[in-house]
């Protein structure tokens, strides 16, 4: 392992234990939520109207862990805490995976 992708590695390593800080953050400063992540419904409220690529593919992807929990109830912030990590290391997990096969196709085909 280089020194590159060790650098890459634990910047996502830390990027990752970072993540509870997207429901930190809006619980900390009476927030209704993380920046970005807003239903249709608090956009019609925040802007009047619904953009229309918004409406026509907001049905188009479902999260594998919605809320980034398994848990269906409210869970406390310190385990909504975990599942954020959880969800981090789930996404690096795929993305490295996908990256890597990409890549190693691309070194077969050359």
């Given at each position: 392992m280089n020194k590159f992708t060790k650098k890459i590695g634990l910047s996502l390593l830390v990027l990752a234990l970072l993540s509870p800080l997207g429901i930190l953050l809006p619980k900390w400063f009476n927030a209704e939520g993380g920046w970005g992540e807003w239903s249709t419904r608090k956009v019609k409220k925040e802007l009047g109207y619904i953009p229309k690529g918004m409406k026509k593919?907001?049905?188009?992807?479902?999260?594998?862990?919605?809320d980034y929990s398994i848990e269906k109830e409210n869970t406390s912030l310190f385990k909504g805490s975990l599942f954020y990590i959880l969800s981090?290391?789930?996404?690096?997990?795929?993305?490295?995976?996908?990256?890597?096969?990409?890549?190693?196709?691309?070194q077969q085909n050359e």
């Amino acid at each position: 392992m280089n020194k590159f992708t060790k650098k890459i590695g634990l910047s996502l390593l830390v990027l990752a234990l970072l993540s509870p800080l997207g429901i930190l953050l809006p619980k900390w400063f009476n927030a209704e939520g993380g920046w970005g992540e807003w239903s249709t419904r608090k956009v019609k409220k925040e802007l009047g109207y619904i953009p229309k690529g918004m409406k026509k593919n907001v049905d188009l992807w479902k999260a594998p862990m919605p809320d980034y929990s398994i848990e269906k109830e409210n869970t406390s912030l310190f385990k909504g805490s975990l599942f954020y990590i959880l969800s981090g290391f789930v996404g690096i997990g795929i993305i490295s995976l996908v990256t890597w096969w990409l890549f190693n196709i691309y070194q077969q085909n050359e």
